[in-house]
């Protein structure tokens, strides 16, 4: 699949099959999110097999199912444009893993902020 038809068939999906990413798409997804780091500044990461950021009220609500493997996009408050960065940046990765037939949605609020409070201070 080529970046054209990733755009065209990528759509948000909220309900995930109970399998686990293969080893070599998490291999894939960690080296793209490395050199987009490298080129952002930012801190993106790839967190895999944690059903508690979505095991919340808000993501239930949000009908969020199986939703254990997620990137987190994490800035350090000094890069001002950071807002903007994670958005392209988090676009490319998001059409990446289209390519490897792996589904995504963009959340920014119906998930657990404890948990994202805890990846950020493990950064
Ligand atoms: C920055 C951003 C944050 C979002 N946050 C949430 C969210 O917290 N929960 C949610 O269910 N949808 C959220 N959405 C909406 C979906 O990710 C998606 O954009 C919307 O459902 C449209 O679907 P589509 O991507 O298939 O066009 C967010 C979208 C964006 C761009």
Known sequence: MDL????????????????????????????????????????????????????????????????VNYIALIAKKSIDNREELAGYFGQKIVLEAQMMGLNTCWVAGTYGKKRGNLIFQRA
């Not at 070599?24 to 050199?35: F, T």
């Not at 987009?36 to 609500?61: K, R, T």
């Open 4 to 67: 054209k038809e990733a755009i065209r068939l990528r759509h948000s999906v909220r309900q995930y099959k109970d399998e686990p990413i293969s080893e070599e798409h998490v291999s894939r997804l960690n080296e793209i999110i490395k050199q987009c780091n490298i080129q952002s500044g930012l801190n993106m990461q790839l967190v895999c097999n944690d059903p508690e950021c979505f095991d919340v009220f808000l993501a239930h609500y949000g009908k969020f199912e199986n939703a």
